[in-house]
Structure formats: structure tokens, C-alpha cells
């Protein structure tokens, strides 16, 4: 599916941008301590240094509002009229995560969902929430996107522990026009469920309930085929990515910044070869804070803005690649924005 948001004048425009990981750091030297793996191997497969897992009792909606909260500070306060929980962890199977996080920051009675697209939620809620402004159901909305993705992991699979890591990014979205910097350029946006079996929880859920007997089989955890989703992750996001760049009306050469997804600095390095760009046009985080999943994106463009290495002015390509399978891609040139502590 691909598509503008809307009209000229019916643009969703960024205007506020905030992040919060949890404070607890787990280095690769913790985890060598526990599995069959080492600290040269995590470094050279991944390029992950350290991750933020939450604590025990800490969950998606404790860095939501965190996230969410310095986000609306950057925006300057003002109204909002609808809240976009992106999450693969919501704090229950029911009811949703939103709803919660818009009470406890203070937004009780506006519309409020979540959105699951695994690690292309930060685009696919982009897209929910530029649809509400562009359907004029709302003038200005918060996006979030937080996952305390620990919490589904197997601590004795070495194949996904060190990979993932937990935070929160948020944006709001105010309307505006299409020539305004922040305003989010045409989407891009797949799935493919034939490949559904490469990412899965699969306990927990409809075909598979519990409680009942904890499975002994780790159904109730993440699994991953890491080969074959590195794979189609290359392939998507690129063919994503040259897709939104069209639609766009942009060359290769016009992109500063290419913010994708942090799944493996090795897939982010696959995907500037095959779209034929330098490696320092890749913003990259994922040595600090791991695979983020739906947070990765707006965790990583919060984090680029603080440091300066995405800068205002800077047109950019996000692309995201995820579980579903899903990806998306858009481009925005990156307005002016304020940062406030989480
Ligand atoms: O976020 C959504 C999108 N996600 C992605 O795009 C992730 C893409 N995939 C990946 O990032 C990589 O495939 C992984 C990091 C998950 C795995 O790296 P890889 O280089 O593809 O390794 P592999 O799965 O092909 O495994 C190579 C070897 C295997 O051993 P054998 O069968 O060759 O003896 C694994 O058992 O590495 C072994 N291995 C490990 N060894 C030490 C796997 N994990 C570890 C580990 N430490 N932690």
C-alpha cells in the first residue's frame, strides 16, 4: 500500500519529539556470564555493545508516558485528540495500552488504540495517525512507540537475548502542509503473512491460550529465524525505501539520513550497499540500546537530534522492517525541535 496523508493542507507535520529508556543497562559481559555466547560474537554479528532492559514490575506504559510526556513538552503543550500506542508488548492481552497512557498523562477522554506491526509500528502508527488528521478526525496527535521487548525474550536463547533491547519514542503530529518541515511524506507501507512463521510469540494468544500448563516447548516466547528475516529485511527495506523516494519525488543522492530500523548493524550496512549509499549516511544507535523493535526508529531519531547528527533541515528516509511480516518507508525533511528530559 502506498499513499500520501492526506491533502496539501491536511499534512501530518512533527512537532514534538521525546524518548525514554529504562535506566537499567545490561552489557554483553552480563550476558556472556549466563549463555553459550561471547562478547566478540555479539559485537561482530550485531554491533550491539549494551541494552536497556525495564526492571521487574516496570512496563510498555511506564516508558510510554515518559516518552510521551517529553514529546508533548517538545511540542510546546497544546491539545491533542487522539493517542497511538505502537507496541509488540502492551501491558495486558486486554484492553489496549493507549487508553491508559492517555489518563496518566493527563489526555483521559480522547480516542486512544494501539497499533502491533512488531518492529515497523513507529510507521504504521505514523500512518494511523496522519490518517486521523487527514480524515479530520483529529488536529494534533500523539504517536508512541515503546516495547519492553525483554519481557518476551527466552533467557536461555542465545539466538534473541542479546539482540533486543526496551525504550519508548513519541512524536506529536499537528496538521499542516506538505512543504513545512516535519510534514511525513508519501508511505510505503507491506506485509506478508505467508512468512509469518519467521518472527512469533506464539503462546498466549487465540490458537494457542494460556494459562494453563507453562508450554515446555518456549512457545511463549520470541522466536526468530535470524538467517531468513535478515534476508527479506535487506530485500523489503530497500525495495520500501526506493519506493517512498519515488512517490516522494526525491533521488538517492537528495537523502541525508537514512533512519532505519535498528535490527543488526549489519543489516543497516547490507542496506546502504544495495541502495548504493555511504555507511555515514546511516544514523545509527543500535551499539547503545539494541534492536528497540516499534521504539527503534523514534528512539533513534530523538537520540540523533540530541547529538546533532540529524540536524533540522536534514531530509531523511525512514525505513522499518518487522514481524508479519511488515515494513514500511516514508521521507520527511527534519524540522526544528525542541528536547526535554523523559
Ligand atoms: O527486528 C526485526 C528484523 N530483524 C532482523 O532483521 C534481524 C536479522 N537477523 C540477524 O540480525 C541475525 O541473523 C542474527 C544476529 C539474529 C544472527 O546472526 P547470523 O550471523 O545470521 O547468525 P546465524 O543465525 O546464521 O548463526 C550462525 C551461528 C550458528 O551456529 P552454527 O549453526 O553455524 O554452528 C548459531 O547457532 O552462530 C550461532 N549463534 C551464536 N553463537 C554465539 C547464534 N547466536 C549466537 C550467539 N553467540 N549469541
Not at 66 to 74: D, M, N
Not at 102 to 115: E, H, I, P, Q, Y
Not at 186 to 214: H, M, N, W, Y
Not at 298 to 319: F, K
Request: with cysteine.
Amino acid at each position: 500500500m502506498t499513499g500520501g496523508t492526506g491533502g496539501a493542507a491536511d499534512r501530518a507535520v512533527i512537532c514534538g519529539i521525546g524518548y525514554r529508556v529504562p535506566d537499567r543497562i545490561v552489557t554483553n559481559a552480563e550476558l556472556c556470564a549466563r549463555l553459550d555466547t561471547s562478547e566478540d560474537w555479539i559485537v561482530a554479528r550485531t554491533g550491539i555493545s549494551r541494552r536497556r532492559w525495564v526492571e521487574p514490575g516496570e512496563a510498555t506504559s511506564d516508558l510510554a508516558v515518559r516518552a510521551g510526556r517529553a514529546a508533548l513538552k517538545s511540542a510546546g503543550g497544546g491539545q491533542i485528540d487522539a493517542v497511538v500506542l505502537a507496541t509488540t508488548t502492551p501491558d495486558q492481552r486486554c484492553p489496549a495500552t493507549a487508553p491508559e497512557v492517555a489518563s496518566r498523562l493527563g489526555l483521559g477522554g480522547v480516542a486512544a488504540l494501539d497499533v502491533s506491526a512488531v518492529c515497523t509500528g513507529f510507521l504504521y502508527g505514523l500512518a494511523t495517525a496522519a490518517g486521523f488528521i487527514a480524515a479530520g478526525l483529529a488536529e494534533r496527535v500523539l504517536m508512541i512507540a515503546a516495547e519492553a521487548f525483554s519481557t518476551l525474550l527466552d533467557p536461555d536463547d542465545r539466538t534473541t537475548l542479546p539482540i533486543f533491547g526496551d525504550g519508548a519514542g513519541a512524536v506529536v503530529l499537528r496538521r499542516g502542509r506538505a512543504d513545512e518541515p516535519g510534514a511525513v511524506g508519501p508511505l510505503v507501507l507491506g506485509s506478508d503473512g505467508d512468512r509469518s512463521e519467521l518472527i512469533t510469540v506464539k503462546a498466549g494468544g487465540a490458537r494457542q491460550p494460556f494459562p494453563g500448563p507453562i508450554p515446555d516447548d518456549g512457545s511463549q516466547y520470541f522466536k526468530m529465524r535470524g538467517r531468513e528475516v535478515f534476508r527479506q529485511s535487506v530485500e523489503r527495506m530497500s525495495a520500501a525505501g526506493t519506493e517512498a523516494l519515488s512517490l516522494a519525488g526525491w533521488q538517492l543522492g537528495d537523502v541525508d539520513r537514512v533512519v532505519t530500523h535498528q535490527a543488526n548493524a549489519r543489516v543497516s550496512a547490507a542496506l546502504a550497499e544495495r541502495l548504493g549509499l555511504r555507511r555515514d549516511v546511516m544514523a545509527q544507535n543500535i551499539a547503545d540500546v539494541g534492536n528497540t523493535a516499534a521504539a527503534s526508529i523514534p528512539v533513534l531519531l530523538a537520540q540523533a537530534t540530541a547529538d546533532g547528527s540529524v540536524e533540522a533541515g536534514h531530509r531523511l528516509l525512514l525505513v522499518a522492517f518487522g514481524g508479519g511480516l511488515t515494513w514500511g518507508a516514508t521521507t520527511l525533511t527534519w524540522p526544528h525541535l525542541e528536547l526535554h528530559d523523559a
